[in-house]
């Protein structure tokens, strides 16, 4: 998938007044595009159709948990980076479950909106520096591939 | 069995205590993100302030005055409804503050509805209540005493539920008494356990989650000290219902 022009940001929380305290403060503080989901199972069909730069997401919600979501979203688009904000309660289990989906960061309820928008900020940059390395690769892939393509025809030219 | 009523009310306190605190993780969860959500929105207030100064001080780009503005009014709602979901916890956990308190007329269905408010965020979105209210008379009754019964025969409801689940509050008026049955669609009761269930102590669950002190009390509260009874139906695997009659007019002066 190609870099967003103007980076997306996914908020995924049961709680409505969560997504809604988050993108007020995203709003005033940057360009971000924002999309808020209260059902894990919507934003998990989101991801297959549309990039996105980050995924914050809750962790005990119904029907899907947080870490289920991010498992889907690392397999949907590896480069996503993945952000779990959680309640203290769930934060043995969601550890746990951590390890299995690699985290770039792991926040707690109540966050301060300054540190949320160092770590949004920070995995944008991380998200889009490897869409970035890998269509230089494929960059790099074509014009490898280009000049095989000549040598074979200079071979069958001259040999 | 018998033990000194001194004891008794030690008991009793212990286990309310107990369950308090057991209750008070959840407690915890729901104020949690109401709490977190007014954190943010404050800093939120505070940084458009400093940013409406700044447009305003410099006379420019009202438009974007109107949109750091329009934002901050998305978050008043949002405050309101946060902040009714605190008031909302306090008002539940009021009722269970008490303990002893003085026999009164009482509405028994209100002291039901405290001990399902209480439970509605553990039971939120996994178990859905019902309420099957019939016309019943006011009695005189202890009603802290019963609140916690009915406290304990519904947390062991939720308990006994795995997954998402029905738990059902009926009342009727039944002869001379009132008849209030709790029904869950948990796991039900093992038949081996049918005989222990009331005893102090007996417990199938793990330490940290159950004394096995609720039945107990709750049977000493409803025939010792309001001359009722208390009994149940199981089918293991289908859940099971709590049956607790209370005499309409009981005289107190027998115990
Ligand atoms: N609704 C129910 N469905 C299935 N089993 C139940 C139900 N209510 C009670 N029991 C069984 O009876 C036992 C004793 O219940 P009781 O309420 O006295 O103690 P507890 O729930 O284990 O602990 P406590 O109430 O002190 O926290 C339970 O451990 C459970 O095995
Ligand atoms: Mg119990």
Not at chain 1, 28 to 52: C, H, K, M, S, W
Not at chain 2, 150 to 160: C, D, E, I, K, R
Not at chain 2, 191 to 206: A, H, L, N, Q
Not at chain 2, 226 to 235: A, L
Request: hydrophobic share 45%; proline share 4%; with cysteine.
């Amino acid at each position: 998938m190609q870099t967003n022009a103007q980076p997306v940001v996914m908020i995924v929380d049961d709680e409505e007044m969560v997504i809604t305290s988050i993108s007020a403060y995203l709003r005033l503080e940057t360009e971000y595009q924002i999309d808020g989901f209260t059902d894990p199972q919507e934003a998990a069909r989101r991801l297959e159709t549309n990039p996105v730069d980050v995924v914050v997401t809750d962790f005990l919600m119904p029907k899907m948990n947080g870490v289920q979501l991010l498992a889907r979203s690392k397999q949907l688009q590896p480069e996503a980076a993945r952000i779990l904000l959680t309640g203290h309660a769930d934060k043995q289990n969601a550890i746990l479950a951590i390890n299995e989906v690699g985290v770039y960061q792991y926040l707690e309820k109540p966050w301060d909106n300054a540190q949320l928008l160092l770590v949004i900020q920070s995995a944008i940059e991380r998200t889009q520096l490897f869409r970035q390395l890998r269509e230089k690769i494929s960059e790099l892939d074509a014009a490898h591939g280009n000049l095989k393509d000549i040598q074979t025809r200079l071979l069958r030219a001259f040999l | 069995m018998a033990s000194a009523p001194a004891n008794e009310s030690v008991v009793a306190e212990v286990h309310r205590m107990a369950s308090v605190g057991r209750m008070l993780a959840a407690v915890v969860h729901e104020l949690n993100t109401p709490i977190a959500s007014l954190l943010s929105n404050s800093q939120t207030a505070l940084r458009s302030i400093e940013l409406l100064k700044d447009l305003v001080a410099g006379g420019r780009d009202p438009a974007r005055a109107m949109a750091v503005l329009d934002n901050l009014a998305s978050l008043a709602a949002v405050d309101e409804l946060a902040c009714e979901r605190v008031a909302a916890v306090v008002r539940s956990l009021r009722p269970f503050s008490r303990a002893g308190g003085v026999r009164c007329q009482t509405r028994i269905h209100d002291l039901l509805d405290d001990a399902l408010k209480l439970v509605e965020w553990t039971y939120r979105r996994r178990i859905a209540v019902q309420r099957d209210f019939g016309e019943i008379p006011e009695i005189e009754c202890l009603p802290e005493a019963l609140r916690q019964v009915f406290l304990n025969l519904l947390v062991n409801a939720g308990q006994a539920i795995e997954g998402e689940g029905v738990v059902t509050v009926r009342t009727r008026a039944e002869g001379d008494c009132i008849h209030i049955a709790i029904s869950d669609t948990g796991k039900g009761i093992r038949p081996e356990d049918r005989p222990r269930i009331f005893s102090r102590g007996f417990t199938t669950k793990p330490a940290g989650e159950g004394t096995g002190l609720g039945l107990a009390l709750a049977r000493d509260i409803v025939t010792g000290a309001h001359g009722g009874s208390i009994d149940f139906e199981s089918q293991p695997g289908a859940g099971a219902t709590f049956h607790v009659r209370l005499p309409i007019a009981y005289n107190r002066h027998a115990d």
